[in-house]
């Protein structure tokens, strides 16, 4: 099993790292928050990099007044393609390969959103620099969250713009999802 980040994506694997609940409860109170500042009956969340399996998906559908819309580019609906329609917030967990361009199609479009991604990302020169031309906010957590049962190398956070109630959060996690308390996520492709 791989220990880094590097090694996590070798030329037998893709980039997406399939999210564990453990990462999806803490954000279900910030979208429920959200949805409350709205003011709308029924918010709009769109999860453009997963299936009907995703954690994202199957916590979400538990919310009253909440609709979802999802897909994956292997079912036929590319995020940079597809015409979703219109929504109220992206929550998800894109391949990290697309972190920038997903975020720059985010803030273009204006949209408020929460993505789930390495905490690393924000040392990358590119991505530090759009960070820092737009109000980008931070959830992060105080344990590194494994997303196949082997300890993470790597930090989780959410990076979400025009979403959270502050611009920078820590939240507490009960464990890492490693060894005999690992739950892996059940979206599948």
């Not at 003011?39 to 999860?47: A, D, E, M, Q, S």
């Not at 990099?49 to 998906?57: G, H, I, K, M, P």
Request: proline content about 4%; glycine content about 4%; some cysteine.
């Amino acid at each position: 099993m791989a220990h880094s980040i590097s090694g996590a994506f070798s030329k037998e694997k893709t980039d997406e790292l399939y999210t564990p609940e453990i990462l999806v409860e803490p954000i279900i109170k910030y979208l429920i928050k959200f949805h409350n500042k709205s003011n709308k009956k029924k918010l709009t969340v769109l999860c453009p990099f997963d299936t009907e399996n995703s954690e994202f998906v199957l916590a979400f559908s538990k919310i009253k007044n909440i609709n979802i819309k999802f897909g994956h580019i292997e079912t036929g609906q590319d995020f940079f393609k597809y015409d979703y329609g219109d929504y109220d917030v992206c929550v998800s967990n894109p391949p990290f390969s697309k972190k920038k361009k997903v975020y720059e199609k985010l803030l273009k479009d204006n949209k408020p959103f929460a993505l789930l991604g390495n905490a690393m990302q924000i040392n990358y020169e590119e991505i530090g620099r759009l960070f820092s031309e737009y109000k980008i906010q931070i959830l992060s957590f105080d344990r590194r969250v494994s997303y196949n049962g082997s300890p993470s190398s790597f930090m989780s956070s959410y990076f979400c713009h025009n979403f959270l109630t502050k611009d920078l959060i820590f939240e507490k996690l009960l464990h890492n999802n490693t060894g005999n308390k690992f739950i892996p996520s059940r979206m599948t492709i």
